[in-house]
C-alpha cells in the first residue's frame, strides 16, 4: 500500500499527454527510412564558433567521459554493463566540438566512422531520441564549421533526422523536447526540400511553444538546475546560429528569432546570479560541473550576437522571483539561497530534496556547498544524493523533505512559503514534512552582512522529532573545535578561513561526501547542529577583506 501511496503522489501530477504519450511511445516503433539523403541547402549567413566543452576524445577510439576513461573498441558503444550515462555521453559526440577539435580531425573521423559501423540504424542505445537530437546538432555543427561532407556521413544524418521526426518525446517533455525540437530545426534547415521543410516547420512550432513554458519571466529554466540552466542557454545561442547561417524561410522563424534574443539576455543573467565567484554553478537539484559549457564560454558565445547582461555583483539582494532563488551578497561573501519550488509539478525529474538549502562563498573561495550529483540511475548512490542529507539544510525524522524515488520520481513534494525579504535578511518556510506526526514546518532564515552570516532554524510543530541542520563544507575544508560550541574553518594549511558558534543547538564535526562532478566524490567535513526544542542557530564570521571581493 505504502508503494501504491507514493505511485498515485508521483503520477497524479503528471499530463494526461505524458502518460498516454509514454505507452504509445513503446508501442508506436517505427522503421528506419533509409530512402538517400536530400539535398543541402545553400547557407546565407557565417556560423560562429559555438560554446567550447573541454576535449573528451583522447585518442583514436579512446573517451573520456563522466571521469571515467574507455576504449571504444575494448568496451564497444552498447555494452550494457557500462554505465548507461557515459554510454548516453559516447553517442553525443560532443568532441567534435569541443576546444582544439580541429587537432583531432583524423581521429574524430573514425569516431564518426566506428559509430556507423557500430549502431546500425533504429538499434541500441545511440538510436534513442536524446542521443540522436544531440548527435544531429553536433554533426552539424562539426559540418558548419567547416568539416568536409562524407556522402555516408550526410546519408545517415537524413536517416536519423527521420527516424528523431518519429520518436519525438512529446511524453517527456522539458529538455528532452526541446533537444528534439531544436535538432529537427537544424536538419530541416541543414537539408532542402519538402521533407526537410516538414522537420524544420515542427522544429519551430515546437521550441516557439517550449520556450514559453521553459524560461521564466526571471530568464531561469523552468526544472531549476543550473546545469540544465546553462545546457538551455547553449541551445538558444546555437538556434540563433544556425538562423543566422540559413536565415529565417518563413512567416514562424523571425518570431522565433525574437522570442531566442529575448530570452537569451535573461538566461545569461540568471546563469551570473547563480554562479559562484570561482565560476562554478550553485549545486541545486541535479547539477554537476563540466557537463555544461563554462560561463566563460557562453558570455564569448553571446557576445558573438550582441547579447549581454549586466553583472548581478553591485545588488546586495537579488530575488530570482519566477524561478525562486535569492543571492546574497555583501562584502567578501555571496550566499545562494533555495526558496524555490523543485521544478513544474508534471517535471521534477532533476529535483532534489533540497528546499532551503543554501551555498556560500567567500571571495573566490567555496565555502558551504550542497552534495552534487555524480551519477544517475536508480541505485542507492543516486537516492542518497537527490535525499535532504546530502544538502545543507535541515532534515527532520530521517526522512526527505521531498519524496525523491527511483532516479527521476518525486512523490510529495515541499511547498516552499512566507518567504520574507528585508534588506540582506530572507526568511522561508517549507511543509515538507507535514505528513509527520504533529505536521511540523520548517523555517529558515539568513541574515548577511560583511563580516558574518547568521542562520537560524525552527521547526514548528511536530514536538519530539529529532532534526539536523547540517553545512557542508567545500573540499579542503576542516572544522577544528574551539570550545563552548565555537569551530574554526581552515584550508589545507591550516589557515583559519571562518569561525562558526553554534548559539542554538548541539554541534558536532561528521564527514559527508561532495561531488563536484559525475563520476567523481570526495570526503568532506560537515558540521551536524541538532536542533534542541525544535530550534537551531548558528553564526558564520570572517574578516571583512580577508577573502577579497
Not at 557542508?472 to 577544528?480: N, R, T
Request: with cysteine.
Amino acid at each position: 500500500m505504502s508503494e501504491l501511496g507514493r505511485l498515485w503522489r508521483t503520477v497524479r501530477h503528471l499530463k494526461h499527454q505524458q502518460i498516454i504519450g509514454r505507452a504509445l511511445f513503446h508501442v508506436r516503433r517505427p522503421r528506419p527510412d533509409l530512402r538517400p539523403a536530400l539535398p543541402l541547402r545553400q547557407r546565407c549567413g557565417t556560423w560562429v564558433a559555438p560554446a567550447r566543452r573541454e576535449q573528451s576524445l583522447i585518442s583514436s577510439l579512446r573517451l573520456r567521459l563522466l571521469n571515467n576513461e574507455l576504449d571504444l573498441r575494448e568496451c564497444g558503444w552498447d555494452e550494457p554493463r557500462i554505465d548507461r550515462l557515459w554510454r548516453y555521453n559516447a553517442h553525443y559526440f560532443d568532441d567534435l566540438n569541443a576546444r582544439n577539435a580541429r587537432n583531432r580531425t583524423q581521429q574524430q573521423v573514425e569516431l564518426v566512422e566506428s559509430w556507423l559501423r557500430c549502431n546500425p540504424p533504429g538499434t541500441g542505445t545511440g538510436w534513442e531520441p536524446y542521443p540522436v537530437s544531440l548527435r544531429i546538432v553536433n554533426w552539424i555543427k562539426w559540418f558548419l564549421s567547416g568539416m568536409r561532407h562524407e556522402q555516408t556521413w550526410v546519408q545517415s544524418l537524413a536517416v536519423q533526422a527521420r527516424w528523431l521526426s518519429e520518436r519525438v518525446e512529446t511524453h517527456l517533455l522539458g529538455n528532452h523536447l526541446f533537444a528534439n525540437a531544436k535538432a529537427l530545426l537544424y536538419a530541416g534547415l541543414f537539408f532542402e526540400g519538402e521533407e526537410a521543410g516538414q522537420w524544420r516547420e515542427r522544429g519551430s512550432s515546437l521550441l516557439s511553444r517550449e520556450l514559453d513554458e521553459q524560461v521564466l519571466e526571471d530568464g531561469g529554466h523552468f526544472e531549476r538546475s543550473p546545469m540544465y540552466h546553462a545546457l538551455a542557454l547553449e541551445d538558444v545561442l546555437d538556434l540563433l546560429n544556425v538562423l543566422a547561417v540559413y536565415g529565417a524561410h518563413d512567416g514562424a522563424e523571425p518570431s522565433l528569432i525574437a522570442a531566442l534574443r529575448a530570452r537569451a539576455g535573461r538566461m545569461l543573467y540568471w546563469l551570473r546570479c547563480m554562479s559562484h565567484p570561482d565560476g562554478t554553478l550553485g549545486a541545486f537539484n541535479d547539477s554537476a560541473g563540466g557537463v555544461a559549457p563554462s560561463i566563460e564560454e557562453l558570455e564569448r558565445y553571446a557576445a558573438e550576437f550582441g547579447i549581454h547582461a549586466p553583472a548581478p555583483a553591485v545588488e546586495p539582494c537579488v530575488h530570482l522571483q519566477a524561478s525562486g532563488y535569492v543571492r546574497l551578497a555583501c562584502g567578501p561573501a555571496l550566499a545562494l539561497l533555495d526558496v524555490a519550488p523543485l521544478g513544474p509539478d508534471y517535471l521534477p525529474a532533476h529535483a532534489h530534496a533540497d528546499t532551503l538549502s543554501f551555498e556560500l562563498s567567500l571571495g573566490r573561495r567555496r565555502v558551504i556547498v550542497n552534495g552534487g550529483t555524480s551519477c544517475y540511475g536508480t541505485d542507492r548512490q543516486r537516492q542518497a544524493e537527490r535525499g535532504t542529507a546530502a544538502h545543507s539544510t535541515v532534515e527532520v525524522a530521517q526522512t526527505d523533505s521531498s519524496e525523491v524515488w527511483s532516479g527521476f520520481r518525486v512523490g510529495r513534494r515541499a511547498r516552499p512559503h512566507g518567504l520574507q525579504i528585508d534588506g540582506t535578511r530572507v526568511c522561508c518556510s517549507h511543509d515538507g514534512y507535514r505528513f509527520l506526526a504533529g505536521r511540523p514546518e520548517h523555517r529558515r532564515c539568513w541574515q548577511l552582512d560583511s563580516g558574518g552570516l547568521r542562520v537560524t532554524d525552527r521547526l514548528v510543530g511536530g514536538v519530539g522529532l529529532p532534526a539536523i541542520a547540517r553545512y557542508i563544507l567545500a573540499p579542503q575544508l576542516g572544522l577544528q573545535i574551539q570550545g563552548d560550541g565555537s569551530w574554526e574553518v581552515l584550508d589545507e594549511s591550516r589557515d583559519v578561513v571562518a569561525r562558526v558558534q553554534v548559539l542554538q543547538g548541539r554541534g558536532s564535526a561528521v564527514s559527508a561526501q561532495h561531488a563536484p562532478r559525475f563520476g567523481e566524490r570526495v570526503q568532506v567535513a560537515c558540521l551536524q547542529v541538532d536542533l534542541i526544542d525544535g530550534n537551531a542557530a548558528t553564526h558564520w564570521q570572517w574578516q571583512e577583506h580577508a577573502h577579497g571581493s
